[in-house]
């Protein structure tokens, strides 16, 4: 029995494609290495399991019951090695992380890297949301910590701040120039085309607040999904693109961006590391809430 278990995968790959050569190029081995297996394997159980005909194999009425039989044999053994390499998964300590996509490069990049150092056994995993969807998947258990924007209200949880960041709007001088020359003494909000993230950014709706309460309307919007290509946008003198400023400072002091002057005074906001309260002292979570 033992010999055979290669000879029946083999007949299990032939049957299930009802091609020799096709086997052979999943099975990574030659058609006549095929053929002889197969052979061997009917001289064995003395019985016919393929019939050959122009397009390929069919399986006789022996190879039929073999071959449901088999299928349901290698089933078996798949589901113990995924039983077993589940169990072992299980020993392994695990991280799950949650922070949108710019705040995972300009933030939490910096900080992964201690904490890999000091846990290098940790399997990590990262989901790129949100704010409000990074509380939401925390208060689903989905995930352990999470990197956000602190919103106005934060119960429930135990928030540690790392940076203080403000809100502003960048284009190249060549965009603005145009703009002036397109349309002399119009305001900006009028004629210019603002780049801004999706209205469920916490970014977008802090603008969004300054705008209304001062009674601005933008005329011209265009949602982008991500900080890096309002960045990116804003370089090619696309439109004006509300961003935060301390992603962009290298652009400013090379000049390649300037700060367009609105008049609305953003206030600052704060970047940090959130559990679920209580949780803050658990060994893989320690890293990032330290007793102060």
Avoid at 40 to 54: A, C
Avoid at 126 to 140: A, K, P
């Amino acid at each position: 029995m033992q010999e055979n278990l290669s000879l029946y995968h083999i007949f299990l790959t032939v049957g299930r494609t009802g091609n020799i050569s096709q086997a052979a190029r999943e099975l990574f081995i030659s058609q006549p290495a095929i053929s002889k297996a197969i052979q061997k394997l009917e001289e064995n159980l003395d019985t016919t399991l393929f019939k050959r005909n122009s397009r390929g194999v069919t399986l006789t009425p022996d190879g039929e019951v073999l071959f449901e039989k088999t299928k349901e044999a290698f089933s078996l053994l798949m589901e113990g090695e995924n039983t077993i390499l589940h169990n072992r998964s299980r020993d392994i300590p695990r991280l799950r992380l949650g922070a949108s996509s710019t705040l995972s490069k300009y933030v939490l990049l910096s900080h992964l890297k201690p904490y890999i150092t000091d846990y290098p056994q940790t399997r990590i995993t990262i989901t790129c949301q949100s704010t409000y969807q990074t509380l939401h998947l925390l208060d689903e258990g989905k995930i352990d910590v999470g990197l956000i924007g602190r919103p106005k209200k934060l119960q429930g949880y135990h928030f540690r701040p790392l940076l203080s960041i403000s809100d502003t709007f960048v284009a190249t001088r060549q965009y603005l120039k145009n703009q002036q020359e397109l349309y002399p003494g119009e305001p900006l909000f009028h004629t210019a085309t603002f780049m801004m993230l999706d209205e469920e950014n916490i970014t977008r709706q802090s603008v969004n607040t300054q705008l209304k309460e001062r009674r601005i309307e933008l005329s011209h919007i265009l949602e982008v999904t991500s900080m890096d290509l309002l960045i990116q946008f804003a370089q090619i003198s696309l439109g004006i693109a509300c961003v935060i400023r301390e992603f962009v400072q290298t652009e400013l002091d090379e000049g390649i961006l300037v700060e367009v002057p609105v008049g609305i005074p953003f206030p600052k906001r704060e970047v940090g590391f959130v559990c679920r309260k209580g949780e803050e002292s658990l060994p893989l979570l320690a890293h990032f809430f330290p007793e102060k």
